[in-house]
């Protein structure tokens, strides 16, 4: 599993306004967990901030442990095995087992959150560093690093061989799953945890289309960690006071030129008519986008095929990537269904991407 840029937005957030807070991290699992490898958690003194460990008891237990911690700022590791009985409801009965770290001051790392958020602002990826000295179970010391490609070399050989080695191949395979690593030091008295964290930049949600799907969509889109941008060629429908949520916005044909589409990116269709779609898709339709979705009815999407296959503005493989009709087919009727129709799609093909990369 790849971890999310979003709760480091966030933990940097609270960290330049001075606000408390606790930050979980799954360190290592084994079986069936509710979390994988680097999923995280803010927590503060009401409670869950932001993320997910997990949910059910376990993050219950975390919760009051964090917010224990919140005030001792002593730092802790800890072991949960997911083998209880259903009948009995204060157990978890997931069937693996999870190692949660809880650093209770990331204040003391605000240098490198800062170093990370700045990273994926330009787009550049980059590995987490989390070096765990748990030689005194009671003090746990966490030291982290902010590693991308231009500085991969600061701490070569300090670490050992096998740290090397997998930051080299996650460096230049930035989809590659977190990796935790167990090293002792007998000379030193020394078990230091190693996880590795591929932390990306977020992907962008290219809204093309600014009416009532795009603005249903929008907040959306926004909540599952995309990178928002919304055009129309209608600069009355293409306005930022209509869409808080979004990065960017953006109004004309000509716009559709300050567009960069990666494989990155997903591009959903739903302007006011088909010439407009039809002018969106011409464009992008020979792109390296992650997804492309068209909004219309079969009636719709069949003449368009034809029209873009006829005129080569399209091979039969580049159509045959297009989701068209855009959406799951959950039998939406409204706006509110359709958009989230369209969202569970995003989510099928950004998760299906994740794991064929993993």
Same mark, same amino acid.
């Given at each position: ?9 966030? =933990? ?33 003194? #009401? ?23 919140? *005030? ?28 949660? =770290?809880?650093?209770?001051? %990331?204040?003391? @790392? @605000? ?50 061989? $096998?740290? !090397? ?20 030091? %007998? ?41 928002? #941008?919304?055009? !129309? ?24 030129? *300050? ?42 999407? $069949? ?12 091979? %039969? ?10 959406? =799951?087919?959950?039998?939406?009727? #409204? ?12 989510? *099928? ?10």
């Amino acid at each position: 599993m790849k971890s999310s840029s979003c709760i480091y937005h966030r =933990l940097s957030d609270l960290l330049e306004t001075h606000q408390q807070c606790v930050l979980a991290t799954v360190i290592s699992t084994q079986g069936s967990t509710p979390q994988k490898t680097g999923s995280s958690a803010l927590i503060g003194a #009401t409670g869950l901030l932001a993320g997910t460990i997990g949910g059910g008891i376990t993050e219950m237990k975390i919760i009051q442990e964090a917010q224990i911690r919140l *005030k001792s700022k002593e730092s802790g590791l800890f072991s949960f095995e997911l083998h209880g009985k259903i009948e009995n409801g204060s157990e978890s009965i997931c069937g693996g087992s999870m190692q949660i =770290l809880l650093d209770a001051n %990331p204040l003391l @790392h @605000h240098t490198v959150f800062r170093q990370l958020t700045e990273s994926l602002k330009n787009g550049i990826s980059g590995i987490l560093m989390h070096r765990i000295d748990q030689s005194d179970p009671e003090n746990i010391e966490i030291t982290r690093y902010w590693i991308t490609k231009e500085n991969d070399s600061f701490f070569s050989g300090e670490l050992g061989k $096998a740290v !090397d080695l997998a930051v080299t191949k996650m460096l230049h395979h930035p989809d590659a799953s977190c990796q935790t690593i167990s090293m002792a030091t %007998p000379e030193l008295q020394r078990n230091d945890l190693i996880l590795l964290e591929n932390i990306l930049p977020k992907p962008k949600l290219i809204i093309a289309g600014a009416g009532h799907i795009g603005q249903s969509l929008a907040p959306i889109g926004k909540s599952l960690g995309f990178s928002v #941008t919304v055009w !129309d060629d209608r600069p009355e429908y293409a306005d930022q006071s209509k869409f808080p949520e979004a990065d960017t916005v953006l109004s004309g044909m000509e716009s559709l030129d *300050k567009i960069a589409i990666h494989n990155d990116t997903y591009l959903v269709i739903v302007s006011h008519g088909h010439k407009s779609d039809a002018g969106v898709l011409k464009k992008f339709i020979g792109s390296d986008a992650a997804y492309i979705g068209m909004i219309g009815s079969l009636a719709k999407v $069949a003449q368009m095929k034809n029209s873009f296959l006829e005129n080569g503005w399209a091979t %039969p493989e580049q159509w045959n990537r297009i989701f068209a009709p855009v959406g =799951l087919d959950i039998g939406a009727q #409204t706006v509110e269904e359709i958009a989230v129709s369209i969202a569970a799609q995003l989510i *099928k093909v950004r998760n299906r991407k994740l794991v064929n990369h993993e």
